[in-house]
Each structure stands twice: as structure tokens, then as C-alpha cells.
């Protein structure tokens, strides 16, 4: 057995595994795997890494998989029962092995009060300084905080778990970490399972992959005329729009979740924004399209909107704290691991005014279409390029690539993947002889995680079919989009076609109600991915026009709620299984029929308004839906095929 360098072979005993506490599958044992902090010895100390391990069955082999979790600073513990289900068909004869890469959850996690500090926060000038203090705080620790280290902490937990070969199933960040590792240590790699990629010697610090893509997620979020009635050329839109806000944000008004108003800006940065966090949710992409356009109307209401969704800041909830994901990132070790082994444009050894210098001189280089619709000065401020100007390094640099052995790899990557584009997938793809990649249609990053097709998941069952690898990987046939982009917002009454069954103004404002509750379900189930995970009891939504909706224990309380102006909804639906029963809802507004709409499970939605008694059957109104027929998203409770690993990276 090889001995790490610096540290004796004696203490490579095999782990003692025992039942786990807390939170871990009943199926799952946990150890603690001792590491150096610095493998070259520049500081002393160790790292104690929490590795938990499923067993394999009655005929176990030396082999095991190893799941890495992306960021760089994710935990991978309490994600070990969703891992299973992602790998299984590769756990017939392999134990899985799920660990927190160091100074991350239960390995030694990396803080510094330089964030963590309201004190310091406030006092900063830039989150350059913040950076700059962290690394002061962190000390030389800070520079064994590297994907090579990580690297050796697996050739650790395999060694001392006296595994022969490695199958390295890693994600976003992960796949960075399982490269190395490959390229590393190729004798002891089976296979390799690589979702939505980071090349090994990446990522790029300006994301020009990611600019590159903008215009391909687009056109195919949009194909089948899944755009008709919204735009004919979505990038083009998202163009104008970027001109007219580098000449002024874009402002207007957002109502809480308690129908209070507030003014908001928003900045080309905000908007790339949210196309970033579009990648680790559908919804967020369905509501994009329509909402520029509605901007460019004018009407920049479900734009603003959509922002503080992607942000988490829709809905409020009790205790007045944003949405946060189910997923936790350290943010010490991001910004360590980042800013100590990015492939910055300058010279590791140079002071920050003389970085940034060597950087914007740098960027001015490239050609100007590198970052269309956006440009080098958006590219510049959404990176961590000002952030690490001020990091002094504590490490080397990371080491050139090495070729990648030739073993069986099944490369997965998002059509609509922003982050980790598929132009990366296909690099690495060409490296490795007989690699098969699988590109997911209408899928974001993470991609065995979020894609609703389930392609991906029989891509790997076929792929631990027999020999791995032995089988080929078939292309994914279907071609629906579960969330289709959403409708432009009608901005007034006016504006609405009635049912033929039902004319004028009764009949435009029976057509809004249930827009406008059409339109509550789409916030609810955009928030629940974005939160990736059931919202609290208490969570209240603001109407588009004003007013708010309250999701109670079981019963959604509308309270003025309006999605059209004018048009005002209040009452109270009982719920049952994730779905609405049926309630009476009171209209009222300044433009609306008023009265009152009965709606519940039946088709039929019967009332009065405006003095009109009706029965109506849905299919008669034409509601704000997708385009080009493409249906409704999916009613009642919504997640991801494996929530625990939505919202990697």
C-alpha cells in the first residue's frame, strides 16, 4: 500500500465504521478518516474527515463509489440517502462512500468573521476587503483548502478503506474534483459518472462558456413555438433590454407578502442573475421570456417580480427571513478554494492593483461577442476577479492537466445549463476515448437531480448494465418542456379576451380570476424549487397588481389578491393533498364585474358577476397558458426527481 507523502503508512488504519448519529439512512455506517491539513508541510495539523458508508449486498467487491458534492464547499452528508437512489444501479457489488470534503459541514468546516460578522460586513468597503480579511483570519491554513488536497483525501479514504478501484460519481464542482483524481490516479479509477462538468482546469474565470450559451438555452427553451404569442427571438429581446438598462435600471414596484408596496431597481447584473439561478430552476426559465418582453412594454412589474423569486426573497415567510435552499455552501472555502486555484489572468505573485490591471487588460482582449447579449464590463463585475485581487495565495499553482485514463465515463450535461455549459461536457468528452455523453433536453445544471424525463436515470442504469460501460447510452427522445414559458401579463382589463360563453366585462373578469390564480400557482411552485423544499406554513405571496396570498395549514387565504389591475380576489380555499377544494372567492376592483366565482375541482365555475349568473366550463376560457398549446405546469406539490441534489455548485 502507498504512503501519502508526509504522512506515516501506520496511520492509514482501516476506519472503524459505526452506526451514525443524527439525521443519516438507518443503512448507512460512519467513521472519521484523520488527513494532514497541508500535505507539503508547510502547516501542521490534521483534517478529520466524517465519511459515511452503505454497504453493498451479499457479494461485495473492492471496489466502491465515491460521491463528491459540488460548490467547491457543499456538503455531501445528509444528501447520502439521495445519492443511493441517483447511483444505485452502480451499488449492486460496490459500497457507496459519501464524505464532507474538507472544510465543509462535518469535516473541520472553514469559517472566517470576515462574513460572518455583521460588524466587519458593515465596515467593508468592498467584498474585496471581506476577502482580504478572510485570508488574513485563515492564516497559512488557507492553503490546504485545494482541489489537489482533496484529491489526496480520496486516495486516503481509499487506501485506509483497502478499495482497489474507485467508480468517482461527482457533480458540478465534484466532476472537478473526480478529474484530478482520474488524471492522478488512473489505476485506481473504474469508471467515472460526471454530472454537468467543470473541466479540471476550470472553471474560466470570465465564464465565457457560460455567455457563449446564453443564446443556445434560449432558442430551446423556445423551440416548438413554445414562445408563440410572447416573441419570435428571445435573445434579441434580452438584448434591447440589456441596452436600455446600461443607459438607466429598470424601476418599479413589488408588493409583499403582506400587500405592502415597495419600489425596486434592477441592473444588467440583476439580470444576469437571473438567468444564472434560472439553471437550477425551470420556472424561473419559464418566467423569463414574457417578463422581458413585458419590460420592454413597459410594464416592468413581472420582471421585478421575478428577481427577488430568483433571489429567494419571494415569498415571505415567518420570522421575516429570505427562502433559502435546502443545499448549504461554505462560503470560506468557496472563496478559499476559488480564489487560491482559479486560472486568474495574472500573476499569482502580484499585488492586488497590479492583478486587477493584468486582468481588465486581459479581458479587453477578448472580441466583444464572447459576452453577447451582455458585455466584458457585466462579465468583469459577476466574477470573482475584484473579489481574489486581494487573496494572497498560500498554495502552489495547480498542476498542469494530465491525460485522462481511458475507463468507462458517462458524461451528463443540461441542455439549458448555464454554468457548466455543455461546451465543457464535450471537451472533456473528447478526452477520454470511450466516453458517452448524454445532453438532456430542456434540463438545467445538476442534471440526474432536476431532469423530470428521467432520461438521465436510464442512462445510468444502462451504463451499469452488465460491463460498465458496455452499453450504449441511447439519446433522450423526449421532447416536452414540463415548464413552458408562461404568457405576457395583461396590463389591463381591457386587454382580455371573455369566453363565448360569458361576453363583456363578466365575462374578461372571470378570465382573470383564473389567470389570477393560475398565476399563484406558478409563484408557488417557482418558489418551492427555488427553496427546494416545501415552503413553511405562514408563506405569503404579493399579488403582481397588489393584494397577497397566505398559504395556511390548510386552506390558502387570498386576501385583494390581483394579477390584473382592477381585478381583486378574496376568500379563502381549503387544501387537501397539495390541491385546492372548492370556495366561493369575493371579486372586487376598480375595473372587475364584482361578485362572487365558485371554482374547485370540477371544470365548471359558476357565479355571479356583475349582476350575471353563470356556469362556465374551463375549457371555454382562454387562459393565459403556454404557448403553442404546450400545456399547463404541473398542479399540486412540486420537487425535483432528487431534491437533495437540485441546487449543487
Known sequence: MLALAGWPSSSLASPEFTPCTGNAPASFSCATVPVPLNRGGAVPGTISLKVERKPAGSSPSKSAVIALAGGPGQAALGLGEFIAKAISPALGSRDLLV??????????????SAFSSADETEQAHSIGELVGRCALQLGPARGGYTTQESVED???????????????????????VALEYAERYPQHVEALVLDSVVPSNGPEPFAIGTFQAIGAVLSELCANRACAGITSNPTADLARLIAQLRKHALSGSVYDGSGHKHAVRLSETNLLGILQAGDLNPALRALLPAAVVSALRRDPGPLLRLELLSEGLI????????????????????????????????????????????????????????????????????????????????????????????????ILSGEQDLRTPTSGARSVAAQIPDAQL????????????????????LAV???????????????????????????????RLAYIHPPSVLGGRPGQTLTAVLDTILDLNRQVIGATLQANAQLPIGSSFGGLRGGYARLDTSAVVLHALSFVPGVDLSGTFPVKNGQLQTASIRISGSTAAQGTVRIGASPVVSGTLGGRRFDVNIAHVKLARAGAGRGEWPVG????????LAHLR
Open 315 to 410: 415569498p415571505n415567510v415567518p420570522g421575516s427571513r429570505p427562502v433559502e435552499s435546502s443545499d448549504s455552501i461554505d462560503e470560506a472555502l468557496f472563496i478559499d478554494t476559488s480564489c487560491e486555484e482559479l486560472p486568474f489572468p495574472w500573476q499569482r505573485s502580484a499585488d492586488p492593483p497590479t492583478r486587477l490591471a493584468e486582468a481588465l487588460a486581459s479581458l479587453h482582449s477578448l472580441p466583444s461577442d464572447d459576452f453577447y447579449p451582455f458585455d466584458a464590463t457585466t462579465a468583469f463585475s459577476a466574477s470573482l476577479v475584484s473579489d481574489c485581487a486581494s487573496w494572497p495565495d498560500a498554495s502552489p499553482p495547480p498542476p498542469a492537466q494530465a491525460p485522462l485514463p481511458d475507463v468507462p465515463a458517462l
Open 99 to 112: 464524505f464532507d470534503q474538507r472544510g465543509t459541514g462535518e469535516s473541520n468546516p472553514l469559517s472566517c
Open 438 to 457: 448524454l445532453v438532456v433536453p430542456f434540463t438545467g445544471h445538476s442534471v440526474l437531480g432536476s431532469d423530470f424525463s428521467g432520461c438521465a436515470e
Open 461 to 491: 442504469q444502462a451504463f451499469f448494465g452488465g460491463a460498465v460501460g458496455g452499453q450504449p447510452i441511447q439519446p433522450c427522445t423526449s421532447t416536452k418542456d414540463v415548464f413552458a414559458p408562461t404568457p405576457i401579463t395583461p396590463t
Open 637 to 644: 406539490r412540486v420537487a425535483f426527481p432528487l431534491p437533495g
Open 154 to 176: 480520496i486516495e486516503a479514504i481509499r487506501q485506509t478503506g483497502g478499495y482497489e478501484k474507485l467508480v468517482l460519481y461527482g457533480t458540478s464542482y465534484g466532476t472537478k
